[in-house]
């Protein structure tokens, strides 16, 4: 069972929390065909990353809200630089920004993974910004 909230938020809203922002609850049916695309493969071949086709919508709605937000991101303060702790971080290959969790904090750079799409990066701590 992979379980959500806020399947219902304001799209029109602007003050909507994009680090809350989770898909509705779903069950994944055994034995059936679900469309989607594997966003990641962990280099293990352990886990997966899948987003459903039918939350696309949900994704694109997070990333442009990312998009206007990336002018105006503040720094998170070094404190805050915690596993565990969301926050926003550039992909390296395209520069945008996206959610990410932090997973590791060595000296001065930080592992994170992209909470949404299951990629893992290693980062510089001023890399990383609130949300």
């Known amino acids: 069972m992979v379980s959500g909230r806020n399947d219902n938020f304001d799209r029109g809203d602007p003050e909507v929390e994009v680090a809350h922002v989770e898909p509705p609850s779903f069950s994944l049916p055994y034995q059936e065909n679900i469309p989607g695309t594997v966003t990641h493969i962990s280099l293990d071949r352990q886990s997966l990353w899948f987003y459903p086709t039918r939350f696309q919508s949900h994704l694109d709605f997070l990333m ?3 998009d206007k937000l990336s002018m105006t991101v503040t ?5 805050q ?11 390296s290959e395209d520069n945008k ?14 592992e994170v993974i992209f909470i949404d799409y299951g ?10 910004y609130q949300l």
């Open 64 to 66: 442009d809200k990312l």
């Open 75 to 79: 720094p998170l303060p070094i404190s």
């Open 81 to 91: 630089i915690l596993p565990g702790q969301l926050c926003a971080a550039r992909f």
């Open 97 to 110: 920004l996206y959610r990410a969790k932090v997973i590791q904090h060595v000296d001065r750079t930080v």
């Open 119 to 128: 990629n893992r990066k290693v980062k510089k701590l001023n890399e990383l």
